[in-house]
């Protein structure tokens, strides 16, 4: 999916200068078209002066060819101009595809990493658990003479509330992981 989207915005990005470089071509071709129209209307006016009728005649023809191109460029540009914005709207819209599925596959290696994470948090905690279990359980069983009745009963309930609490822990981290 990734793949795909960049291969579309790549796609898109070249559409989008390949817009941008008629629409240019489209402006320099209505500038050149503005000139003819001047240098048009400096002929007819220079033929004015002179009354040359075949000069003011052609240079009018001129004019006139000249003034429509011109308004056959605008239209060109304006559609060039559309074109282009549309073409940019689809590059955001794919850009922004992207970087939704970006996100989306961050959020996916991120939650896998602090899976890993946890499950070896986890495996340390089944092992320190194991431990704790064996000293607490090893410190239970000691012969009594060693350890006052006192002392043997608060072993032993630690040991079982160790036990109960850790086998909690674990079944949740179980069910987390």
């Known amino acids: 999916m990734l793949t795909d989207l960049i291969y579309e915005l790549n796609a898109a990005g070249a559409t989008v200068a390949a817009s941008v470089k008629d629409l240019d071509l489209k402006r320099e071709a209505q500038k050149g078209t503005l000139a003819d129209l001047e240098a048009a209307k400096a002929d007819r006016q220079a033929a004015l002066e002179k009354h ?22 605008k239209s060109e540009v304006v559609k060039a101009e559309a074109a282009l914005k549309n073409v940019v ?5 794919v850009s922004n595809r992207l970087q939704g599925e970006l996100v989306v596959a961050a959020r996916a290696k991120a939650e896998a990493l602090l899976s890993d994470l946890f499950a070896d948090k986890h495996q340390n905690m089944v092992k320190h658990h194991a431990g704790m279990t064996k000293i607490v359980t090893d410190s239970a069983s000691l012969p009594s003479l060693f350890l006052n009745d006192r002392q043997a009963d608060l072993i032993e309930g630690v040991a079982r509330n160790f036990a109960i609490t850790s086998a909690s822990l674990i079944e949740f981290a179980a069910k987390v992981s």
């Open 52 to 73: 040359d009728v075949k000069a003011v005649a052609l240079a009018s023809a001129t004019e006139a060819v000249a003034e429509h191109i011109i308004s056959e460029a």
């Open 89 to 93: 709207t689809s590059a955001v819209e």
